[in-house]
């Protein structure tokens, strides 16, 4: 028991639980009331299957790589050494990566390719986030981000031909892009943010081992104005898109955004601002995280209105 509870925490359950609720939603409230097909549940349980085994493969070698700095950082959080040892580890990530990819293939049925090279893809970053990416400028934080936006858009291109999305779309195919690459550019930015405010949580065991995060070249300084200009963007950008839908009547949509992700990003950006210790930065990363969560459940309202 001691040691599922430790896997448990190793593979960052209710990360994975997160997304594949983000699937399932996406797949339930907006694929299917939007195209009026019939569920493909093999299709959509083997997607799943992949993307979470994936995820889960990332956070077991990334807490490989970083037994030293998690020490300092999260001294009581790494589970490694201390009830799963680090050859189980590296066997565990490789399973995983492995299955995820076969899983991939199973759900396209070994047809499109270019989704399986993608997850692919997606396996070797996460190896070179956690040997390499993560402790560079920026370069990180962007491939996290990146790939959190990849568990929206993987569902929009296994169920659109990639030359249908990018050549002549018809008009129920341009308004499900545009949906799809609306969440997609949400947990993008919202990660962009997340990552940055996490380098300054993590500040203490990066500088020790020589990492050039963000927080340690530029500053605290620095990275706050460039914490404050990508929730001005993401703010911004949601505020504009409800003034546009409002000309629909989705009133219960402008409202649950206004107040359960607009109003929130307003209380991040003015706590942001007085935060200095890794304490307060840490409550930030979890505020960050219910932002993006709230974000996500917005899905529900497509089904309502379309």
Known sequence: MKWFSAFLKLVRWPNLVFIAGT????????????????????SLTWL???????AAGGYIINDYFDINIDQINKPNENVLTHTINRRSAILLHLLFSITGILATAIAVSFQKWYLIIANIICVILLWLYSTSFKRQFLIGNIVISLLTAWTVLILFFAKVPFVSAFGNPDPLTIKFFRVSFLYAGFAFVISLIREAIKDVEDMDGDLKYGCTTLPIVAGLFATKIYITIWIVVLTGSLIVLQLYILQFGWWLAVLYSLFFVVLPLFYLFVKHKNARSSVEFAKLSRLTKT???????????????F
């Open 23 to 42: 699937q399932l939603l996406f797949y339930f409230f907006v694929y299917l009331p939007l195209y009026n097909f019939s569920p493909d549940y093999f």
């Open 291 to 305: 932002i993006m969560l709230t974000g996500i459940i917005s899905m529900i309202f497509f089904r309502i209105y």
């Open 48 to 54: 799943i299957v992949a993307s979470v085994l994936i």
